[in-house]
Structure formats: structure tokens, C-alpha cells
């Protein structure tokens, strides 16, 4: 009887079409290696001929289930001064949800700065994110959203 080992190679179009690790991590393609069992490991002292037949086929097709597609970071506009308190609600694009997001220091010193709320909307199409900057020092800070078309 022949044991039989699969290794995942990072190449092709292929994927596992099971619930394997494999599968869920959408790697693509899977190698058959065969070797006669008892053959394998310290100790073997087999010195004679010895045939194994392997069989592998695969099929290309799509990973099964809800991906993640059409990624991107939309900007919501910056605010700067000494000392502020502002919320911003930075909209996806029509059919995309707001998967995260939140606010950046583009110049200035971030102490002082405090990220308050930071979430989606309940219906996941807006980000909504509030910041304080009580340091009394010049701070600009730019709102951004990261949208995709996400399966539900």
C-alpha cells in the first residue's frame, strides 16, 4: 500500500475545492508526492525495486463562498489646529462597506491627539471617527475609510 503526501505549492490557479486549510486560504494548487509506506525514515534497509503509481488531477475554478473585492481607501478630509474635537463620517462609494478606517496624523506632534470613536455605521456603508487634540499644539489630521464589495 502507498502512502500519500500533498504539499501546497504557491503557484497556478488551482485551489482545494474541500474545507482543508488550504481551501480556506485560497491556496492555489496541490502537489502529490507518493512513496511505498514502510520506505520512509531512520532504519530503512530496503535495497530492492520497487514501482508506485500516483494519479493527480485538478480543476481551475473560482474559491467557493464570499470574497473581498474592489478595495479602497477613501479620503474624508483633514482638519488642523491647536485644539479641536471633531467627528467625521466618511461615506463608501454606492455597494461597498466600510470594512475600517480612522484618522492619521499628516504633520505635528500626535501627543495630545486621542482617536475618541472610530466604527462603521449600522448598516456598514460609513465610517465614523471622532479626535480630540488637547495638546494646544498645531496638529493636521486627514479621515480615511477603507471600502470593498465584501459578501455577506
Known amino acids: 500500500m502507498a502512502a500519500v503526501l500533498a504539499v501546497g505549492l504557491n503557484t497556478g ?13 485560497g491556496t492555489p494548487s496541490i502537489t ?5 509506506s514502510g520506505q520512509v525514515g531512520q532504519g530503512n534497509d530496503f535495497t530492492g525495486t520497487q514501482t ?36 467625521r463620517d466618511i461615506d463608501c462609494p454606492a455597494g461597498k462597506k466600510a470594512l475600517d478606517g480612522g484618522a492619521t496624523v499628516t504633520s505635528g506632534d500626535r501627543l495630545g491627539l486621542d482617536v475618541r ?3 462603521p455605521s449600522s448598516d456598514g456603508t460609513t465610517r465614523h471617527v471622532t479626535v480630540a487634540n488637547t495638546s494646544g499644539n498645531q496638529v493636521e489630521v486627514a479621515f480615511f475609510a477603507i471600502c470593498a464589495n465584501a459578501g455577506s
Open 13 to 25: 490557479t488551482a485551489h482545494a475545492d474541500d474545507d482543508s486549510l488550504l481551501s480556506l486560504l
Open 117 to 119: 470613536e472610530s466604527g
Open 52 to 87: 508506485v503509481n500516483c494519479s493527480q488531477s485538478a480543476t481551475t475554478s473560482s474559491p467557493t463562498g464570499n470574497g473581498i473585492t474592489g478595495y479602497e481607501v477613501v479620503s474624508g478630509g483633514s482638519v488642523s489646529g491647536p485644539s479641536f474635537t471633531i467627528s
Open 32 to 36: 502529490l508526492a507518493c512513496f511505498p
